[in-house]
């Protein structure tokens, strides 16, 4: 058996190396950079560079389709990243009888990548989400910005990876304080990408997230988890995190979704407590891999083995229950989140960062959290993090 991992940048990618490898599966690793940290880790058999996925798309298949066609039986695919999923599952045929990759319907993937369609999905099941609305050539973004009653409004692409034409691009979260700066993010969006925003009312809380693996929309296994920092204060990849004891009505609101959406595969649904209401409400689906992932299989729960039987068409492994209060750190992210407290100047400092003197101190609170990346037993890809950040 040999398992194909892609975006070997990541944090995630490198825990499935090391759990797939520890497992004694042959292991293909690829990135865009030869700088990649996963690369680099004892348990990869076998490494290889790709084409970018935004940049170059046909290159990219063509170069995954390579690294898959010497394997006497069609390795199974790890992705990690939007832009990566996307251009594989929007080509399916290119690539399906060379790897196995469980995948949702074309319509369900698109409607879970879309922000838009996702919070449209979860608003017709009886799902909390935060005010939303869709911008178009039209908006009267002065009514726009009273609707959303916060201040600030979340601004966000309606996908993370888009391509406009051929040329990709990464889409990240803005925030407007008025009618007119708003109006100014959404049309440079939409020039960037080829397609107008989405804004939400900005709900203060903690984050959540529930991941599953799953067949036909069922979730087979498990895991949720609380972020306690994020790579940016004001919210984004979660840096410290806890596994929890999901809320029964949000985990209920997430199999929900994934049932709808007749899901395959891995999965994260994203969500938000609304303090003021109490409400845990739905932000997004993140169809893959999750960037948490080093977490819930130190809590016990091998979700990388897990894909593998699944992709693979076995009998599905029974599993054991997460441990819930586990921590994980990733080290480098959490140090930029503390810069990020200490020295960004940021408007959103006053609704989303600490105090500093705060943010020094819990700095130091998680030295006994389980760390993403450095391992004793695996030490080489923290040294090449470090060298890819230099």
């Known amino acids: 058996m040999i398992a194909v991992v892609l975006n070997g940048d990541t944090k995630s990618a490198l825990a499935s190396v090391r759990s797939l490898g520890a497992r004694g599966i042959a292991v293909i690793c690829g990135a865009e950079k030869r700088s990649a940290m996963a690369l680099h880790s004892k348990y990869v058999s076998k490494r290889f560079i790709y084409r970018s996925p935004l940049a170059n798309p046909d290159g990219f298949l063509e170069d995954v389709i390579r690294a898959c066609?010497?394997?006497?039986?069609?390795?199974?695919?790890?992705?990690?990243?939007?832009?990566?999923?996307?251009?594989?599952?929007?080509?399916?045929?290119?690539?399906?009888?060379?790897?196995?990759?469980p995948l949702p319907s074309a319509?369900?993937?698109?409607?879970?990548?879309?922000?838009?369609?996702?919070?449209?999905?979860?608003?017709?099941l009886g799902i909390p989400v935060?005010?939303?609305?869709?911008?178009?050539?039209?908006?009267?973004?002065?009514?726009?910005?009273?609707?959303?009653?916060?201040?600030?409004?979340?601004?966000?692409?309606?996908?993370?990876?888009?391509?406009?034409?051929?040329?990709?691009?990464?889409?990240?979260?803005?925030?407007?304080?008025s009618a007119s700066e708003l109006r100014d993010i959404a049309r440079a969006m939409h020039e960037r990408f080829g397609e107008y925003p989405i804004v939400e009312s900005y709900i203060q809380g903690?984050?959540?997230?529930?991941?599953?693996?799953?067949?036909?929309?069922?979730?087979?296994?498990y895991s949720a988890h609380r972020r306690i920092r994020s790579l940016n204060p004001a919210g984004g990849a979660a840096v410290v995190k806890e596994t929890i004891e999901p809320d029964a009505r949000m985990k209920a609101d997430a199999e929900k979704m994934l049932k709808a959406l007749s899901w395959e595969g891995p999965v994260m649904v994203e969500f938000k407590k609304d303090e003021s209401a109490g409400v845990f409400r739905l932000l997004e689906v993140n169809g893959r891999f999750w960037g948490s992932l080093p977490l819930a299989i130190f809590a016990g729960t091998d979700f990388?083995?897990?894909?593998?039987?699944?992709?693979?068409?076995?009998?599905?492994?029974?599993?054991?229950?997460?441990?819930?209060?586990?921590?994980?750190?990733?080290?480098?992210?959490?140090?930029?989140?503390?810069?990020?407290?200490?020295?960004?100047?940021?408007?959103?400092?006053?609704?989303?960062?600490?105090?500093?003197?705060?943010?020094?101190?819990?700095?130091?609170?998680?030295?006994?959290?389980?760390?993403?990346?450095?391992d004793p037993r695996d030490p080489m890809p923290m040294l090449w993090e470090i060298v890819s950040h230099l």
């Open 107 to 124: 319509e369900n993937v698109e409607r879970a990548f879309d922000k838009e369609a996702t919070i449209t999905l979860a608003e017709s």
């Open 69 to 101: 066609e010497p394997s006497a039986e069609p390795p199974v695919l790890f992705v990690f990243s939007d832009a990566a999923y996307l251009a594989l599952a929007r080509n399916r045929a290119r690539w399906e009888g060379k790897a196995r990759m």
């Open 206 to 221: 903690g984050e959540y997230g529930f991941e599953g693996m799953c067949k036909n929309g069922d979730v087979l296994a």
């Open 304 to 374: 990388p083995y897990l894909y593998c039987e699944l992709a693979r068409g076995n009998a599905f492994p029974e599993t054991k229950p997460y441990k819930r209060g586990v921590r994980s750190r990733h080290f480098l992210g959490d140090a930029r989140n503390l810069l990020a407290v200490l020295f960004a100047r940021d408007p959103m400092r006053r609704f989303a960062y600490p105090p500093r003197r705060t943010a020094l101190r819990d700095f130091f609170r998680y030295d006994t959290a389980m760390n993403d990346v450095y």
């Open 130 to 177: 935060p005010f939303t609305g869709g911008i178009t050539a039209d908006t009267d973004f002065d009514n726009v910005f009273w609707e959303c009653r916060t201040i600030p409004i979340v601004v966000k692409p309606r996908h993370s990876a888009s391509w406009k034409g051929k040329k990709g691009a990464f889409g990240s979260v803005s925030y407007a304080f």
